[in-house]
């Protein structure tokens, strides 16, 4: 997650010479409590949870002395906000606060450029003073330009001795921001004590999701800006992005618990971003809810689309599959046509599924798509593939219609099906997988089959096919290869199988 | 005419020797683009697609003369060292392809690109193509559906398109063409919360090609782009008419949809927002992306009908 928790961000700020109330975290009351007894004194206990309102919701309280704050921990590790289930609590010295700032270095996406949101006011209900929030430029290289900022300070009842001390805590959040690429950093309050110390009673930091790669040393298990902690299905395909960057993988879980008056849940597969949200809106506005809302785009592998499609059917009560992005594809259509029939298959969907692999290569990618599940003996379910000439409120519709007929039928996740030939006979690995090549049943029509699909990976050896080139050139050729695996399917020759499993899914159960 | 690209512009190439590089570089030659020179560190001295590759952009334009734009095939990682080199060695507008490039990488290469009067579409783009002339970049995927699917400019009929999703530019452009509609420039700014050349910007350019009749929008949640387009329109430097469509009405707060840009953050750079400013603004916006050919034929019919001038969509 890109975001930090509170107690993160401030380990960061006491690191470079911003001040922070004395504490640290809890994850259970006896924790706090012995955090509490340590410090001494009045402390507050602080959830540590995402959200704006969290003071006006109990989730900051304060207590007297360890027994209390046990008591208060306690109370608190139990709360919900939203998505969130607080697990951790802050535990501080209470601080004698005269004077509170507002400090926030914010992105500027028409000045693309950071900007330094300053008002003079801090503390809770900062939303509604938007007009008196002071917006100070930030150079990327020069950081806040410490002249405005003083001038901005003379204006206030900030004690004139103080305003060196205010300029440098500002100018190393400015720079703390840089230094760890962050796309937000606010501190509410930047407090001004009643002995005269500059501290940061609060702060709220999230990270640019593509530079998380630069700080190792940030506890950021995925890098995704998301509403809710990261579930077992987001890390899960986190973990495939990660392993595999050919072309975008995006996956998030959407809230499922307000279903009131919906069609169903969907599971969402888009291709691009715009596109996506486009579709998106078309499926919404027939009366569905997404469960999820997956993009693979920017030529993603076959094996990735087929990792997509099985993470999107590894979520229950699913009522329908809907594929769609924005319909006129640059990239080529017939790689995503695979690997959406081969998972389709090893999970013997059962649930409608419409697609739409308009763009380059549509016409090839929709006669897959047909041919693999439309195979009597292959899927149960009505699969649909349409081309950029359908809309996708069209197609909206037709899902809906197909959804209709099946009835309210809801999935639920399937172990994928693997040939038995899978162990015990020819194989090879590629990249993240393995593919066998069921010798024991290649005559010699199936062998020169095989090799002529294989684009020249594979050759002929004892009228059997085997590998043609080194074992590392064929590793990252999956998409060859789960192309042929559906050839010979569609050819009712399925000799060959690559395995693909995703950890965490196949690899220690269902989720 | 055409906004940022046509065949009479120069062209380089950074990191023409990777695969999308090689690739990209075929298509814009087939399409129709001047490719004068590629440069990739260390791999100066051959050719690609018989374009001469050099080691720096400095080196490039020592040997093939001046260079109009550079379009950029570097990992996210690297972009901002290849913008910066080639914004120092002079050229004056970059495209700047690939995704996941870091958000203060962006705004490095902004102020530098400021500081040397230097402009960059992207980052995240899909690059920007003008029908039967020229593009830098990647859309269309291969010159012959490039060539088939948009149609080159009709007169009294043009429009202009720039998106923040690259796919939607090619949709958007295949569905207008497909209606009878003909397309000056096709601009993807790019998914990014912060891009070199945003939505307005485009716009005012559109409002200054003479072969341009009307403005055609795909809009995203997050971010001020829309809003400050319809700014633009507000304060009257964008008079040509705008056709948008807003991508996010189903999309929730606090949750990133795919692009880095598209997120809903404090409230900020909702759905509903966006749609009431631009409508505010006498935009004409649909809420069925289906319905953006049709309302773009009759504002253009209306616009061009001497009559009915004083009563178009303004």
């Not at chain 1, 630069?214 to 899960?236: G, V």
């Not at chain 1, 349409?386 to 639920?412: M, N």
């Not at chain 1, 590793?475 to 693909?500: I, Q, Y």
């Not at chain 2, 960059?120 to 060539?147: C, D, H, K, W, Y």
């Amino acid at each position: 997650m890109a975001r930090l928790h509170e107690y993160q961000s401030k380990a960061l700020l006491a690191q470079h010479g911003v001040a922070v109330p004395e504490g640290g975290p809890a994850s259970s009351a006896a924790e706090a409590a012995q955090l509490a007894a340590r410090l001494g004194g009045p402390v507050a206990v602080k959830a540590q949870a995402w959200v704006t309102n969290r003071a006006a919701t109990g989730g900051v309280q304060f207590a007297q002395n360890p027994r209390q704050a046990e008591a208060r921990a306690s109370e608190i590790l139990q709360m919900r906000f939203g998505n969130f289930a607080v697990s951790e609590v802050l535990v501080e010295r209470m601080l004698d606060i005269h004077h509170e700032l507002f400090v926030s270095v914010t992105i500027d996406d028409a000045a693309q450029a950071p900007v330094v949101l300053l008002d003079l006011h801090g503390g809770s209900g900062i939303e509604s003073r938007a007009e008196s929030v002071q917006r100070l430029p930030v150079d990327t290289r020069r950081g806040v330009d410490a002249q405005a900022l003083r001038a901005v300070l003379g204006t206030s009842a900030i004690d004139a001795g103080l305003h060196d001390d205010v300029v440098s805590a500002i100018e190393a959040v400015v720079d703390i921001a840089r230094r760890y690429d962050a796309r937000s950093l606010e501190i509410n309050p930047l407090a001004i004590t009643s002995d005269g110390n500059v501290v940061a009673a609060d702060c709220r930091m999230t990270i640019d999701d593509y530079a998380v790669f630069r700080h190792p040393e940030l506890p950021i298990e995925i890098a995704r800006e998301l509403d809710h902690p990261a579930t077992q299905l987001e890390r899960i395909a986190y973990q495939v992005e990660q392993a595999d960057h050919r072309g975008t993988f995006y996956f998030a879980q959407l809230p499922t618990d307000d279903v009131e008056g919906s069609r169903g849940l969907i599971g969402f597969h888009g291709a691009g971003g715009g596109g996506s949200m486009m579709s998106m809106d078309a499926v919404t506005s027939v009366g569905f809810t997404l469960a999820n809302f997956c993009d693979t785009s920017g030529n993603p592998s076959a094996a990735k689309v087929y990792r997509a499609a099985r993470i999107i059917l590894a979520q229950r009560g699913l009522v329908g599959y809907f594929g769609s992005g924005s319909g006129v594809a640059s990239q080529e259509q017939y790689h995503s046509a695979y690997g959406l029939a081969k998972a389709f298959w090893e999970i013997n969907l059962s649930i409608p599924a419409v697609v739409r692999l308009g763009g380059n290569g549509e016409d090839r990618a929709v006669d897959i798509l047909h041919g693999v599940c439309r195979d009597a003996d292959s899927i149960s379910a009505p699969v649909e593939g349409y081309k950029k000439d359908d809309t996708p409120a069209f197609i909206a519709q037709r899902f809906a219609q197909l959804v209709d007929e099946a009835a309210g039928r809801a999935w639920t996740p399937q172990p994928r099906r693997v040939p038995a030939f899978v162990d015990r006979t020819y194989h090879f690995p590629i990249h993240h997988g393995t593919v066998w090549i069921d010798h024991e049943h290649c005559d010699p029509a199936t062998t020169t089959f095989v090799v002529e699909h294989s684009g020249g990976l594979l050759t002929q050896r004892s009228s059997l096919p085997v590998l043609a080139v080194s074992e590392q050139t064929v590793a990252g050729m999956d998409s060859e290869l789960v192309a042929l695996e559906v050839e010979c399917r569609l050819a009712r020759r399925p000799v060959v199988f690559v395995d693909l499993p995703i950890e965490g899914l196949d690899t220690d159960g269902s989720v | 005419m055409a906004i940022i690209i046509d065949q009479s512009k120069r062209v380089l190439v950074q990191g023409i020797t990777g695969r999308e590089g090689q690739a990209r570089t075929k298509l814009m030659r087939d399409y129709g683009t001047n490719v004068v020179a590629g440069c990739t560190p260390g791999k100066g001295g051959g050719e690609v697609e018989g374009v001469p590759v050099l080691d720096t952009v400095a080196e490039a334009i020592q040997a093939v003369g001046h260079v109009d734009i550079s379009v950029v095939f570097v990992p996210g990682p690297r972009v901002e060292t290849a913008a910066t080199e080639a914004i120092e060695a002079g050229v004056k507008l970059l495209v700047l392809v690939p995704d996941r490039v870091p958000l203060w990488d962006t705004m490095r290469i902004a102020a530098a690109a400021r500081e040397h009067g230097a402009a960059f579409v992207g980052p995240n783009t899909l690059g920007v193509l003008s029908p039967g002339r020229a593009v830098v970049g990647m859309i269309g995927g291969r010159a012959e559906s490039a060539q088939q699917w948009f149609n080159e400019p009709i007169p009294r009929q043009t429009v202009g398109v720039v998106s923040r999703s690259g796919g939607m530019t090619s949709s958007l452009g295949y569905y207008l063409s497909r209606a009878g509609v003909g397309l000056s420039t096709l601009v993807h700014v790019g998914g990014d919360s912060v891009v070199g050349l945003p939505i307005p910007d485009v716009a005012e350019m559109f409002q200054h090609d003479p072969e341009t009749d009307a403005i055609v929008l795909f809009g995203e949640i997050g971010g001020t782009q829309e809003e400050r387009l319809a700014e633009l329109i507000r304060s009257g430097r964008v008079t040509k008419p705008v056709i948008a469509y807003i991508g996010g009405a189903a999309a929730t707060e606090g949750t990133r949809f795919s692009h880095a840009g598209a997120i809903i953050e404090h409230g900020r750079g909702t759905h509903a927002a966006k749609v009431q400013a631009l409508r505010d603004a006498g935009a004409a916006v649909v809420d069925d992306f289906g319905l953006l050919p049709q309302t773009t034929l009759d504002i253009l019919a209306n616009r061009s009908a001497p009559a009915a001038r004083s009563s178009s969509a303004r």
